[in-house]
């Protein structure tokens, strides 16, 4: 059996995907942009979004539960209780 494989830069189509450095916008020497860089480059971590993706979830859970559980509780306490939830948010404002 024979595989054909295609040029890489046929598939990328002969683009540069990264400038030269002499036109990068930084001047030589700049932390502060090579320490942006790696904010980024952390941001769209695999491993960072997946972190994130867990809190979201776990998020998830716990208003799907409150939600669960609001639905049982008596309509005169659930009047109280959304009344001492809007105090409460005032104050914290």
Known sequence: MT??????????GDMKTC???ETLPIEA???EWVADLFD?????DIDAIVD????VARLARK??????????VDPRLLSQGLALHRVRG???R
């Not at 595989?3 to 990328?12: D, F, M, Q, R, Y």
């Open 19 to 21: 400038p030269s450095p």
């Open 63 to 72: 208003s799907a539960k409150a939600r669960r559980m609001l639905g049982t």
């Open 29 to 31: 020497g700049d932390v």
């Open 90 to 92: 005032e104050a914290s």
């Open 3 to 12: 595989v054909h494989s295609t040029p890489v830069g046929a598939l990328e």
């Open 52 to 55: 994130r993706l867990d809190e």
């Open 40 to 44: 980024t480059l952390r941001a769209g």
